[in-house]
T-cell receptor, first 111, second 115 residues
C-alpha cells in the first residue's frame, strides 16, 4: 500500500496570508490526525478527523482549522499566518486507536 | 491533562555503546507508544505497550513499561550509526467513553552516534 502523502512538501508564505495543506491517508484508513512540530514546542496535536467529523482537537487558536472529505483525504487551513506558525506540519492516518502512520510533512516557512 | 517527561533531551554515544531513554509520568498511563524520527524524516511507529511490567524486544531495541504504569524506557544495545535520530514516547489519550484518542508526545531524545 502507498503511504501517507502530503502536499506541498515545502511552502513559503508571508505574515497575514493563509495556507491550505493537504493529506491523503493510507488506503482504508479513515482517521486522519494533524500535528505541528517545532524545535521549541516539539510535536503537538492539532486535530483528528474520522468520517468527515472532527473527533478531537488540540489547544490551538481558531486560525487553525481542518476538514475531511468523503474519500478520507484531509486538509488543514491556517489563516492570518504569524511568524510562529513556521513549522513542520505532519499528518498521520490510522485504522484504529493504535499505530499512527505519519506522512513526510509540509515544511511551512512564514516570512 | 496527562503529560510525560522524557529524558535525557540529548545523548551522544560512541558506536557500540548502549543507549537508554526514559519517559516518566505522575499519573498512571493506559498505554505508551514509541516512535523514531530520523533527521529530516517523519516519526515512525516502533511499538505500543499496554500491560504493567511489559517488556518487548525488537532486535537490539528493548522496550519496557513500568510495573506501576507510570514510566517506560527504550534501551538500544550496541548502538549503530543507523540508530541516529530522535526517539519519542507518546501517550494515546482516550477521552472517557470513547475508543479513539489523540497522541501526546514527549519532548524526545536526540541520539547521536559517533563512528
Amino acid at each position: 500500500k502507498a503511504g501517507v502523502t502530503q502536499t506541498p512538501r515545502y511552502l513559503i508564505k508571508t505574515r497575514g496570508q493563509q495556507v491550505t495543506l493537504s493529506c491523503s491517508p493510507i488506503s482504508g484508513h479513515r482517521s486522519v490526525s494533524w500535528y505541528q512540530q517545532t524545535p521549541g514546542q516539539g510535536l503537538q496535536f492539532l486535530f483528528e478527523y474520522f468520517s468527515e467529523t472532527q473527533r478531537n482537537k488540540g489547544n490551538f487558536p481558531g486560525r487553525f482549522s481542518g476538514r475531511q472529505f468523503s474519500n478520507s483525504r484531509s486538509e488543514m487551513n491556517v489563516s492570518t499566518l504569524e511568524l510562529g506558525d513556521s513549522a513542520l506540519y505532519l499528518c498521520a492516518s490510522s485504522q484504529g486507536v493504535d499505530t499512527q502512520y505519519f506522512g513526510p510533512g509540509t515544511r511551512l516557512t512564514v516570512l | 491533562g496527562q503529560q510525560v517527561m522524557q529524558i535525557p533531551q540529548y545523548q551522544h554515544v560512541q558506536e557500540g555503546e548502549d543507549f537508554t531513554t526514559y519517559c516518566n509520568s505522575s499519573t498512571t498511563l493506559s498505554n505508551i507508544q514509541w516512535y523514531k524520527q530520523r533527521p529530516g524524516g517523519h516519526p515512525v511507529f516502533l511499538i505500543q505497550l499496554v500491560k504493567s511490567g511489559e517488556v518487548k524486544k525488537q532486535k537490539r531495541l528493548t522496550f519496557q513499561f513500568g510495573e506501576a504504569k507510570k514510566n517506560s524506557s527504550l534501551h538500544i544495545t550496541a548502538t549503530q550509526t543507523t540508530d541516529v535520530g530522535t526517539y519519542f514516547c507518546a501517550l494515546l489519550i482516550l477521552p472517557g467513553g470513547t475508543s479513539y484518542g489523540k497522541l501526546t508526545f514527549g519532548q524526545g531524545t536526540i541520539l547521536t552516534v559517533h563512528p
